[in-house]
């Protein structure tokens, strides 16, 4: 079962957006990831297996404050 995870990331310029892509888009089990939210400031990763509090870290490291929102089940069918 795929998961959704949401995370909100305090990004404040568009080369910090494309790292947080960059580093979504890099981690095993991803099929999709993209931006939600008003200001373009939360993370959307939906795959299966993925390790979210990992990738929390990573964006932490890289990109700067990231807060897991919410990790949900996604029906692919």
Do not use: P, W
Not at 46 to 56: R, S
């Amino acid at each position: 079962m795929a998961k959704k995870i949401l995370i909100s990331v305090n990004m404040r310029c568009q080369k910090c957006r494309s790292a947080a892509l960059k580093i979504g888009g890099q981690t095993t089990g991803v099929t999709f990831v993209g931006l939600e939210g008003e200001e373009k400031d939360q993370v959307v990763v939906i795959g299966e297996g993925v390790d979210a509090a990992g990738l929390v870290l990573r964006l932490r490291k890289k990109v700067g404050f990231a807060d897991l929102i919410s990790v949900t089940d996604v029906d692919t069918s």
